[in-house]
């Protein structure tokens, strides 16, 4: 069993920087690609950004070019830094890990708590 325990949501203006992080409590074949979905209200959850053991990324259309995902395979660590933040970008963060490239919800075999995000105006 894998626990994922997110911190650093919290509230920003737009064009503000935040930093996610999230611990893996052990480095198993399910920490293999590790990330973050996203889900706002009323929408599907997305995928933000993933990063597997051999460093492939991966990110949403939505995030490319503001948003840098980074692992610390010593500390079962991702972390995800959050640049030109948008009201948009308002949503529950999700930490997600599994054994092959969690591009998808259904690709993900654990799930953090989530950590919420906002972006005021």
């Known amino acids: 069993q894998v626990q994922l325990v997110e911190s650093g949501g919290g509230l920003v203006e737009a064009g503000g920087s935040l930093r996610l992080s999230c611990a893996a409590s052990?480095?198993?074949?399910?920490?293999?690609?590790m990330g973050w979905f996203r889900q706002a209200p009323g929408k599907p959850r997305e995928l933000v950004a993933l990063?597997?053991?051999?460093?492939?990324?991966k990110y949403g259309d939505s995030v490319k070019g503001r948003f840098a995902i980074s692992g610390d395979n010593a500390k079962n660590t991702v972390y995800l830094q959050m640049s030109s933040l948008k009201p948009d970008d308002t949503a529950v963060y999700y930490c997600?890990?599994?054994?092959?490239?969690?591009?998808?919800?259904?690709?993900?075999?654990?799930w953090g708590q989530g950590t919420r995000v906002t972006v005021s105006s």
């Open positions: 997600a890990a599994g054994a092959v490239r969690t591009e998808t919800p259904d690709k993900v075999s654990y």
């Open positions: 052990i480095s198993s074949a399910h920490t293999y690609s």
């Open positions: 990063i597997t053991f051999d460093g492939i990324r």
